[in-house]
């Protein structure tokens, strides 16, 4: 039961998070009564949160009809990666050339938890890790125009419309080979280290388009 005031948002990450788990599949529809009754809200939040999640392209509104998950488009989520990788490149390079130790430990710390080589690790929290520490790589840039472009193409959560695409054990330790390179400030590496993070996706989805 949702009870926090801000419930527009607090929808809109609940559902967001079932979608992208795969608890809504895609192409289902999303009954707005039986939604709001599940998470104690009213229509109004929910529609809210229904937009927001339009805009991002994890749902559509069909006419006359409702809403529903929207499709995995391979070729959409490609086109991301490719738009990311420019972007996050910029912002690897500016963060590596002017940062602090705080934000190097910040970055850590969204992977630090699942170095444990005995622990089983939770997909879910991972991809939700993944997710921020790209999207602090934005925002800690200091490029404010960047960021900008980051808020309205919602470039990045595109990328997650189908969860992961590469395995855990692949991308942990790129994970902190891109920390390392912006640790010792240079930016040079930082951004090709961040750029081939996001070429060897773009590789895995050109294997599922030509399947």
């Not at 104690?40 to 006359?64: C, D, W």
């Not at 002017?98 to 969204?110: A, P, Y």
């Not at 840039?141 to 472009?149: A, C, D, P, Q």
Request: charged content about 25%.
């Amino acid at each position: 039961m949702i009870k926090y005031a801000d419930l527009s948002n607090q929808v809109y990450e609940q559902l967001k998070a079932m979608i992208l788990s795969n608890q809504y599949e895609p192409g289902q529809k999303l009954l707005q009564e039986k939604i709001a009754a599940q998470l104690g809200v009213s229509r109004t939040p929910l529609h809210k949160a229904f937009q927001m999640l339009e805009n991002e392209y994890l749902v559509e509104s069909i006419p006359r009809r409702g809403i529903y998950v929207k499709k995995v488009d391979y070729n959409q989520i490609y086109d991301a990666f490719e738009c990311r990788e420019a972007l996050e490149s910029v912002a690897a390079r500016r963060l590596a050339e002017n940062h602090t130790s705080e934000q190097i430990d910040l970055l850590k710390g969204f992977f630090t938890p699942f170095m444990n080589a005995n622990i089983d690790i939770n997909v879910d929290k991972y991809r939700k890790a993944d997710e921020l520490f790209h999207k602090q790589i934005m925002i800690m840039s200091g490029n404010s125009i960047l960021g900008r472009l980051e808020v309205i193409s919602n470039i990045l959560v595109r990328t997650y419309q189908k969860g992961l695409v590469r395995p855990v054990s692949e991308t942990l330790h790129e994970h902190f080979e891109i920390i390392d390179a912006i640790a010792t400030g240079n930016g040079d590496l930082a951004a090709e280290m961040i750029a081939k993070h996001s070429r060897a996706a773009r590789a895995n989805i050109q294997q599922m388009l030509s399947k």
